[in-house]
């Protein structure tokens, strides 16, 4: 076992039991795990919370935060003042030979500032939290797969590999997968990708730069790549992040809009696209730190249903990475808090009949709160996987600095839910018209 896991006695008393139970079984401690773990052991319920890697890690990630998740993170107690987290102002936005620098909407509902921070400890920040709440928090332990009840056909727990190679199964009435994009254990439960929802792919490095104290993230509009000798202009973007460590994440992320989605070279074309850069500002080879790796973002509600048969959804695992802008871990964070709370809500609930019936208001809830924004998203992928319409947009809207903070808005989904200004009002008005599906 590693020495993160032997260390906590809560972790060894569910460790020695041959069949441990629990009142919850949360999958995968990302973001989206976490954050629900840490909720609901602060309810008091006992939670198990199990993860296939140990902490600190590495993750495919532009390391920037939004305003909101900011929030979230707040919520969770979490602050900003260490070393490590570096705060910036707005989102900068360069494309067909304008650069617009855009702050934040100055809102009550979020923060006015977003932060970044890599994935290789703000994980373990999250899963910390969820552990000092009273999560049973198990590091390389691999989930195999569920254990179902033959006379219900409900999943009551899951077999696991430990750290030591041995077979275990722990035990709960609920299990919560979080286990990411691929979601085997959602997978074997027979809950499949919908192939009606956009997905994207982001590719990303990090360079010693003298950007690394950007206070503006920064959004490049125009991925260009050369097909068959014929240059494509890509439905996607490019970002410059500064981590505050030294280096910047530089990356890419492309939609599956376009016929060439499935024919571009996505590491040839983030090479191609920093060597054009600025010599000064070194995304050069000699300047990099670590490989050009990939991921999958489940975009708009990929994986339904949310909840089924005793497994509840949240994160990469339900497909809720924003559709506009391949925002993932805000919405992972306050589905896992959403999750948390119906889950909450049915385990005070007498009968068995009338905690599935809490259960199952978890669709109709993540509905409610993403469904016409998500809807909204999906026109908005198919639109700018025509390169002509991208073109013009990116040529004529770019200048327009009022229409590019209402795209701010509407991209970055940062609205006053109430009384907010007339952006807001209309924002909000087209989630509520368009159709949940």
């Excluded at 994009?181 to 009606?196: F, T």
Aim: net charge neutral.
């Amino acid at each position: 076992m590693s020495e993160t896991a032997v260390t906590h006695s809560s972790d060894r008393a569910v460790r020695d039991r041959p069949d441990a139970e629990a009142d919850v079984i949360v999958v995968g401690a990302g973001p989206a795990g976490s954050t629900t773990a840490y909720y609901l052991a602060q309810a008091g319920l006992d939670v198990l919370l199990l993860e296939k890697t140990s902490f600190p890690r590495e993750k495919v990630c532009g390391d920037g935060l939004t305003p909101r998740a900011v929030k979230q993170l707040t919520a969770m107690g979490i602050g900003f003042e260490d070393k490590g987290w570096i705060k910036n102002h707005g989102l900068r936005i360069i494309g067909g030979g304008v650069r617009l620098e855009l702050p934040w909407p100055d809102l009550a509902e979020y923060p006015g500032f977003g932060l970044v921070r890599t994935r290789m400890d703000f994980d373990s920040i999250l899963a910390d939290r969820a552990r000092q709440a009273g999560a049973n928090l198990l590091e390389r332990t691999n989930v195999t797969g569920p254990v179902v009840d033959p006379r219900s056909n409900r999943i009551v727990g899951v077999h696991a590999k430990t750290p030591d190679g041995e077979r275990a199964t722990y035990r709960a009435p609920l299990v919560i997968a979080a286990d990411g994009n691929s979601s085997r254990l959602s997978v074997a439960m027979g809950i499949r990708k919908r192939d009606d929802r956009p997905m994207g792919v982001a590719v990303r490095t990090y360079f010693t730069s003298p950007r690394h104290e950007d206070d503006f993230l920064e959004s490049w509009l125009e991925l260009w790549d050369n097909t068959d000798g014929k240059d494509v202009l890509l439905p996607g973007y490019g970002w410059v992040f500064g981590v505050g460590d030294g280096t910047s994440n530089v990356g890419l992320g492309i939609l599956n809009s376009t016929r060439s989605f499935q024919e571009v070279d996505y590491r040839k074309l983030l090479r191609r696209w920093t060597a054009s850069m600025p010599e000064e500002w070194g995304f050069t080879e000699e300047n990099q730190r670590g490989q050009i790796r990939g991921a999958a973002l489940p975009m708009g509600f990929n994986r339904t249903p949310h909840y089924a048969r005793g497994l509840m959804l949240v994160g990469d695992a339900g497909g809720m990475v924003n559709p506009f802008n391949g925002e993932g871990i805000a919405y992972a964070m306050e589905a896992g808090d959403i999750a948390a709370d119906v889950v909450i809500q049915a385990h005070g609930r007498t009968t068995q009949q009338q905690r599935e019936r809490a259960l199952l208001r978890y669709p109709q809830v993540l509905s409610d709160v993403y469904g016409g924004y998500y809807t909204l998203g999906r026109y908005f992928v198919k639109a700018i996987g025509q390169p002509e319409l991208m073109k013009y947009a990116t040529r004529y809207g770019l200048p327009q600095r009022t229409l590019m903070r209402f795209m701010l808005k509407m991209l970055a989904n940062l609205t006053e839910p109430s009384r907010g200004d007339a952006m807001d009002r209309v924002i909000n008005g087209l989630s509520k018209m368009a159709p949940a599906a």
